[in-house]
């Protein structure tokens, strides 16, 4: 995984976030949430990146994408044991 991969798990375990991926008529959306929705990150998160977390197994998909075109990617407890790993004293 890259650094910034890295960052952006550690980050999202921290505010307990989702990535939502919401795919456009002529382009996707990939953003970093908040448990209440909002971004927890300005800008759009990389396909690149959003691969890296999935092929760590630290994000899955969270049911089909829906009537309105959204995906959800939740953490997984590798990804909590991870970020724990890089920083025990987060808990």
Do not use: H
């Not at 977390?53 to 089909?64: E, I, N, S, Y």
């Amino acid at each position: 995984m890259t650094d910034n991969s890295t960052e952006i798990l550690q980050k999202m375990v921290e505010a307990d976030g989702y990535i939502q991926v919401v795919r456009g008529p002529t382009d996707e959306y990939i953003t970093v949430c908040r448990p209440n929705g909002t971004a927890l990150f300005e800008g759009v998160l990389s396909r690149e990146i959003l691969q890296d977390l999935r092929a760590a197994w630290f994000v899955k998909r969270d049911g089909p994408e829906n009537e309105l075109g959204v995906t959800i990617f939740r953490l997984t407890a590798d990804a909590r044991r991870a970020a724990r790993a890089k920083n025990p004293k987060s808990g």
